[in-house]
């Protein structure tokens, strides 16, 4: 991780080849649906979203790795995750304790696991990622995808949305250009500006 993307884990990540995706985009929400959403209705709209995002990205890609993350805080992800088809390390790769003077015994803990890049493999990870349907809160999991050949990697943060990273503007464009409508508003000005160079360039993704 330190080698390709600079960091020790995906949410340090502060380069400029990076954006952020909203979970439920307002680009597909159909007027006609209920508003809130129903639980089901998020969950599949949610799901859609990743869903197209993932095979954008990695698509092309044979096996990737995943960053899982779990806070001591929290009720452990395990018995969860295991429901959804995964069992987790219960061992991580490492512990970071991010404020050991205002938190004292609060820990973040890491595991990383290869997987094939395929829909059925990365099924359970997607289902944790976007969990905010679940009545009974969300699993304690931060969920990160990595593919180091290719420089690209997708963090999903707080069961809102994901940050599509890259190692160069180059190699995030096809992704952000073809996912423009589905960005935070906030992140457009900076990034249509990152990878204009490229906007009728580079590799045509496509999403299945």
Request: aromatic content about 12%; overall charge negative.
């Amino acid at each position: 991780m330190l080698d390709v993307f600079g960091v020790e884990r995906l949410h340090d990540f502060r380069g400029p080849a990076w954006t952020r995706i909203e979970l439920i985009p307002d680009a597909t929400a159909p007027d006609r649906l209920p508003q809130p959403f129903t639980p089901a209705a998020r969950l599949l709209r949610e799901l859609d979203t990743a869903r197209a995002v993932v095979a954008a990205m990695f698509g092309r890609s044979e096996r990737v790795t995943l960053e899982l993350g779990w806070s001591s805080h929290e009720k452990p992800p395990f018995k969860r995750l295991s429901h959804l088809g995964f069992d987790l390390p219960r061992q991580p790769a490492w512990r970071l304790r991010p404020d050991p003077e205002d938190a004292p015994d609060w820990w973040w803990n890491l595991a990383y696991v290869e997987t094939s890049a395929t829909m059925d493999a990365l099924a359970p990870f997607l289902l944790a990622a976007v969990g905010g349907f679940q009545k009974r809160g969300l699993i304690n999991l931060s969920v990160g995808i990595v593919d180091f050949e290719t420089g690209l990697a997708l963090e999903f943060y707080d069961a809102k949305g994901m940050t599509p990273i890259a190692v160069t503007p180059e190699r995030l464009a096809p992704v952000y250009w073809r996912f423009r409508e589905w960005v935070r508003d906030a992140e457009v000005e900076r990034c249509d500006a990152l990878p204009a160079p490229w906007r009728d360039a580079g590799p045509r993704l496509t999403v299945v």
